[in-house]
């Protein structure tokens, strides 16, 4: 009888240990974050002062130098586009990765990720 109580306790042990060990995995898999693509992330711009301004030598402003200089910092190159179309627009024809300022609407939601602030 202790043999079986014995072989019981291990097989409750290996089951315990193996349903963590799984909903550590899927967890992982399910908050995984996705691979930042191998090229210059393709950046939405619009005039709007003085967040973000055209100037002689390019793109400048609030939000340009910010978002700038954090991916300078996470090695992230950015190329900054100005398409002429609005920000939602330029999401569904596939114009650009990322924009800056973007109005956080529930119908935007599954066509776009917002960050949390």
């Given amino acids: ?45 619009e005039p709007n002062p003085p967040y973000q301004v ?15 200089a954090a991916a300078k910092r996470a090695g992230i190159q950015l190329l900054w586009v100005e398409t002429g179309a609005s920000s939602d627009d330029s999401f569904q024809r596939g114009l650009v990765d990322l924009w800056p300022l973007m109005v956080d609407l529930p119908e935007r939601h599954s066509r776009v990720h917002f960050s949390a602030p």
């Fill in 1 to 45: 009888m202790a043999l079986i109580r014995g072989h019981f306790a291990r097989g409750v042990v290996i089951l315990v240990v193996a349903a963590i060990a799984g909903g550590m995995t899927y967890s992982y898999f399910l908050n995984r974050i996705p691979p930042v693509p191998n090229r210059p992330l393709r950046i939405g711009f």
């Fill in 54 to 68: 055209r100037t002689d030598t390019g793109f400048s402003g609030l939000a340009v130098d910010i978002v700038n």
